[in-house]
């Protein structure tokens, strides 16, 4: 296991903007730190009230939003657009090229999300976007499938071998503990997006990532009540 410690991610800071990069991104470059298998971004992005990032293109990635607190509003070049609010689950295929923003839809509150690239199995894919509810409170807590190659239990589609699960685990709930086993050729990524919690012993926190190389069993235990990510992969990058 190999943890990235929150303190220790790179930092951009525009005021309208506070960004911690798990990854090299923009002027923030690791070369220990370029992504983790197809796994290449997670930005955790505050943005201020009615800040926000204006109409830029990208090309040949996915790219996951997840929103923590607040509201995100988003708008692209082919006329879709929404407010991602937490719970919620959008991919975006940038695929041959595509312009978006994305604003803090609130003129009061800040809005806290984690913005993840992901290298898509091949280039040249067309581009397009889905959002999907998987929480329907604050409150509730399970460990989903949110994202998957195949779109499998209502989940979101990525266009890689990843499988891209959501838990919130409750200290006093039904859920303060989730076991999940990694295959045999693949790896992990584990990101804790709120709270604290255990894997296999080792404490985690807010903001804290961990890569697994290895096959076994993964045992997250909350500490407190926690929210996490746990991208399970291909462990070898596949080109068709």
Do not use: C
């Not at 930005?43 to 929103?67: C, K, L, Q, W």
């Not at 889905?130 to 409150?139: C, H, L, V």
């Amino acid at each position: 296991m190999n943890i990235r410690r929150a303190e220790e991610r790179g930092v951009a800071n525009f005021g309208w903007l506070n960004s911690n990069h798990t990854f090299s991104f923009g002027h923030y470059y690791d070369p220990r730190f370029m992504g983790f298998g197809p796994l290449r971004v997670i930005n955790d992005d505050r943005v201020a009230p009615g800040g926000g990032f204006p109409t830029h293109g990208h090309s040949d990635m996915e790219i996951i939003s997840y929103v923590v607190e607040g509201g995100l509003e988003h708008k692209d070049s082919i006329g879709k657009g929404s407010v991602i609010v937490p719970g919620e689950v959008q991919r975006m295929t940038a695929g041959t090229g595509i312009r978006h923003s994305e604003y803090n839809a609130s003129g009061t509150d800040p809005v806290r999300f984690l913005q993840i690239w992901i290298q898509p199995e091949q280039p040249g894919l067309k581009p397009g976007y889905e959002q999907k509810s998987f929480y329907t409170n604050a409150g509730e807590t399970g460990f989903k499938l949110v994202g998957s190659p195949d779109g499998r239990e209502g989940s979101v589609t990525i266009h890689q071998d990843v499988l891209l699960f959501a838990g919130r685990l409750a200290a006093d709930g039904e859920l303060p503990q989730q076991e999940y086993t990694l295959e045999e050729g693949r790896i992990a990524w584990v990101q804790v997006v709120k709270g604290e919690l255990t894997l296999n012993g080792n404490q985690l926190k807010e903001g804290d990532g961990v890569g697994i190389e290895a096959a076994g069993t993964l045992q997250l235990s909350t500490l407190n009540n926690a929210e996490v990510l746990v991208f399970d992969m291909w462990g070898k990058q596949r080109h068709h």
